[in-house]
């Protein structure tokens, strides 16, 4: 059974950072995939960013290019990401999800374990 363990959210002033974390347990196929989600209020839960375990192949929403980055902690089985520039915008739940996806990495259904998520406010 796939646990997933979110933590680092908190308040931060727009173009502040924060680092959120994944830990991962009950992993047994490298070919799964581990993604941040994230929920505005009366938004859509849309893909932040993924990494297939596989090959350590990244993907990213546009909206975060360039200002997030996702990375992997093999020995601890946890994936972080790392958010700078953040903006107000960015203000939602974060959540980590493991899975296998067979249509697009960003398709929130596709995956099947998800954590208990974590905010993230970006305010001043």
């Known amino acids: 059974q796939v646990q997933l363990v979110e933590s680092g959210g908190g308040l931060v002033q727009p173009g502040g950072s924060l680092r959120l974390s994944c830990a991962a347990s009950g992993i047994t196929k490298d070919y799964y995939t581990i993604a941040w989600f994230r929920q505005a209020p009366g938004k859509e839960r849309e893909g932040v960013s993924a990494?297939?375990?596989?090959?350590?192949?990244?993907y990213s929403a546009d909206s975060v290019k360039g200002r997030f980055t996702l990375s992997r902690d093999n020995a601890k089985n946890t994936v972080s990401l790392q958010m700078n520039s953040l903006k107000p915008e960015d203000t939602a739940v974060y959540y980590c999800?493991?899975?296998?996806?067979?249509?697009?990495?960003?398709?929130?259904?596709?995956?099947?374990?998800w954590g208990q998520g974590t905010q993230v406010t970006v305010s001043s």
């Open positions: 990494i297939l375990l596989s090959d350590g192949h990244i």
């Open positions: 999800a493991a899975g296998v996806w067979h249509r697009d990495w960003d398709i929130d259904d596709e995956y099947d374990s």
